[in-house]
T-cell receptor, first 112, second 112 residues
Framework: DTAVSQTPKYLVTQMGNDKSIKCEQN?????MYWYKQDSKKFLKIMFS???????INETVPNRFSPKSPDKAHLNLHINSLELGDSAVYFC???????????FGSGTRLTVV | GEDVEQSLFLSVREGDSSVINCTYT??????LYWYKQEPGAGLQLLTY?????DMKQDQRLTVLLNKKDKHLSLRIADTQTGDSAIYFC????????????FGTGTKLQVIP
């Protein structure tokens, strides 16, 4: 199936730990994104990569580090997790025609 | 910066029409989108409209754009219980690597 897939779907971890979320798309899109959705469902962009190059880096703590080994993958590593990092993290990709994103199904991160 | 606002909640009876409204501030917005998010899922692109259009119809969905007032609406005809979800309005500019800015989301509840 053509899709944007994220792993894991759920992640429960303790404060202070380091964790990674992986994202892969097989749509042939050049641009990938990470968005954070808080408990009020507000979506905020974090990062964007175009063909392995960082192009958007919003005001995000530097504990968050994206990495794109190739244009089909965009991973998110989070160091020293805090309670406020609890949210749903969505990966998305976008084709060249600007016709919106294709989203992954999200990773629900809970920091305890 | 860009700002996209929506009312938080809408309740309609099955079979009625639903109208979800959105206002945005960026006069340079070129693409305007409607996304649907069902519980536990990612966002699904429903439809989009270019800023040089006034209206777009796609089966039960009608999008109206008032560019002067920066107002976008989504009308769902013959609303069904399966339409219950959160609907996000979103906008982006054209050119380069433009990010998509999402609204606050409107939760649509369809009463049988």
């Amino acid at each position: 199936d053509t899709a944007v897939s994220q792993t894991p779907k759920y992640l429960v971890t303790q404060m202070g730990n380091d964790k990674s979320i992986k994202c892969e798309q097989n749509l042939g899109h050049d641009t990938m994104y990470w968005y954070k959705q808080d408990s009020k469902k507000f979506l905020k962009i974090m990062f964007s990569y175009n063909n392995k190059e960082l192009i958007i880096n919003e005001t995000v703590p530097n504990r968050f580090s994206p990495k794109s080994p190739d244009k089909a993958h965009l991973n998110l590593h989070i160091n020293s997790l805090e309670l406020g990092d609890s949210a749903v993290y969505f990966c998305a990709s976008r084709g060249p025609l600007n016709y919106g994103y294709t989203f992954g199904s999200g990773t629900r991160l809970t920091v305890v | 910066g860009e700002d996209v606002e929506q009312s938080l909640f809408l309740s309609v009876r099955e079979g009625d029409s639903s109208v979800i409204n959105c206002t945005y501030t960026d006069s340079s917005s070129t693409y305007l989108y409607w996304y649907k998010q069902e519980p536990g899922a990612g966002l699904q692109l429903l439809t989009y409209i270019f800023s040089n259009m006034d209206m777009k119809q796609d089966q039960r969905l009608t999008v109206l754009l008032n560019k002067k007032d920066k107002h976008l609406s989504l009308r769902i005809a013959d609303t069904q219980t399966g339409d219950s979800a959160i609907y996000f309005c979103a906008e982006s500019r054209s050119g380069g690597y433009q990010k998509v800015t999402f609204g606050t989301g409107t939760k649509l509840q369809v009463i049988p």
